[in-house]
């Protein structure tokens, strides 16, 4: 390769290097939403079930799954807490489309006495990897 051509290439890689608008960087923002729910208490060990089985699949599955995370309140068990993220807001449209979303939208939809879905803003996500033992 001639002096020319690498000189070329080197600064096509240093553009693309340092070519990250807010534009690009705003696209790259993953989705966050923020689900708070209220379970009828004599449903939680099927509920308990069901979004293990959900959330389990999803994040194995689907690419588009960055993290769930499901809590509940600790002096009121019945209400549940979901943290969700995906890569982009379509990663959250397709998650509701899959089948086992749907199945676990259908099991627990009698389960739900209220649900307040809320979009949240990352403004600083940091985690380290951790296995929770199964209960139940």
Do not use: W
């Amino acid at each position: 390769m001639k002096a020319k051509q690498v000189l070329m290439l080197c600064a096509s890689f240093m553009a693309l290097c340092f070519s990250t608008s807010a534009g690009a960087q705003e696209a790259k923002r993953p989705y966050v939403r923020l689900a708070e729910l209220e379970i009828d208490p004599a449903q939680m060990e099927q509920f308990d079930a069901a979004i293990r089985e959900g959330v389990t699949t999803a994040v194995r599955v689907e690419p588009g799954v960055l993290a769930l995370y499901a809590v509940s309140e600790k002096d009121y068990p019945n209400r549940v807490r979901v943290f969700e993220m995906y890569t982009d807001e379509g990663a959250y449209r397709k998650h509701l489309q899959t089948p086992h979303f749907r199945k676990f939208r259908d099991t627990t939809d009698k389960m739900v006495k209220s649900r307040k879905l809320l979009d949240g803003v990352p403004i600083v996500l940091e985690a380290k990897p951790v296995a929770v033992p199964a209960t139940k």
